[in-house]
Nanobody
């Protein structure tokens, strides 16, 4: 069955770094665009970054530009989010998301909590 399993969340001080990982299975990973979303308490879920199936193109939300880097390893069915210079506003549950290149499917992971606090 389809699985998207996030890991790497935790508590970090402002200015610190975290690397989130998402292990994918059960669907054609190398034909899927992969994204990270986040949802803070009381707020709507928002896109953080997206990487196309080939890895050749990436899109970042304004709040992530210059601080976060999305990457993928199609040989391992993994997608990553390197987060640097973290701020308290980055506190949220981070979700891994997959969608087919032709919009024919989409899947969500269960999320991993990131808390940025001193």
């Amino acid at each position: 069955q389809v699985q998207l399993v996030e890991s790497g969340g935790g508590l970090v001080q402002p200015g610190g770094s975290l690397r989130l990982s998402c292990a994918a299975s059960g669907f054609p990973f190398n034909k899927s665009h992969m994204s990270w979303y986040r949802q803070a308490p009381g707020k709507l879920r928002e896109m953080v970054a997206e990487i196309v199936s080939t890895g050749e193109s990436k899109i970042y939300a304004d709040h992530a530009k210059g601080r976060f880097t999305i990457s993928r390893d199609n040989a391992k069915n993994m997608v990553y989010l390197q987060m640097n210079s973290l701020k308290p506003d980055d506190t949220a549950v981070y979700y891994c998301h997959a969608r087919g290149r032709y919009g024919d499917y989409e899947y969500w992971g269960q999320g991993t909590q990131v808390a940025v606090s001193s």
